[in-house]
C-alpha cells in the first residue's frame, strides 16, 4: 500500500503521513471490517482515497521525481524515472489501473473492485493506459520503445 501511495503522491515522506493517517482511521473503525470481504481491495481503496483528497487539499498536483542518479546502476534509475514521469501525466484512474496491476500485481477482478466497475472495464481502463504511457514516453520524454 506504500508504494501504491508514493505512486500517487510522489513523495514518500508525504505517503508515509497518509498511510498513519489510513492506518489510525481504520483503527477507529475495527468493527465495521467484519463485513469486508476482501481486505487488499479494501486497503488500496482507503489508500486511493486519502491520496486522492491529500492531493486536493495541496495546491500542486504534479508528482516530483527526484534527479539522484542511483550510484550503482545510473541507467535503471534513469529508466524508472522516465516511466515515473511518463505514468504521472497519465489520467488518475487510468495511473491508478496500471501501477496496481503492473506495479503491485493485482489481478483484473481485485481491480474493478478497487475502481468500482466490471473487469471487461478494467481491461479497456488498462489497455488504453499502458497505451498512453508508451505514447507519452516516445513522444513527450523522446525515449523510443
Keep these: 500500500m506504500f508504494r501504491l501511495a508514493c505512486s500517487i503522491l510522489g513523495r514518500s515522506d508525504e505517503a508515509q503521513d497518509m498511510m498513519q493517517d489510513v492506518a489510525e482511521r481504520i483503527l477507529r473503525r475495527q468493527e ?6 476482501n481486505i487488499d481491495s479494501f486497503l488500496a481503496k482507503a489508500v486511493r482515497n ?10 500542486e498536483t504534479t508528482p516530483k521525481i527526484p534527479d539522484i542518479p542511483d550510484e550503482k546502476n545510473p541507467d535503471r534509475w534513469n529508466d524508472r524515472q522516465i516511466v515515473h ?19 503491485e ?12 466497475t466490471d473487469e471487461t472495464n478494467v481491461r479497456t481502463i488498462l489497455s488504453r493506459g499502458r497505451k ?13 520503445i
Aim: a positive charge; glycine letters at 4%.
Design 105 to 116: 500485481g493485482y489481478s483484473n477482478k481485485e481491480l474493478a473492485d478497487i475502481l468500482e
Design 132 to 144: 498512453a504511457l508508451r505514447e507519452i514516453i516516445e513522444k513527450e520524454i523522446g525515449y523510443g
Design 85 to 103: 514521469k511518463a505514468l504521472s501525466k497519465l489520467p488518475e484512474r487510468q495511473r491508478l489501473a496500471v501501477h496496481l496491476k503492473d506495479i
Design 32 to 37: 465495521s471490517l467484519e463485513d469486508v470481504r
Design 50 to 59: 486519502a491520496c486522492i483528497d491529500r492531493i486536493r487539499r495541496r495546491k
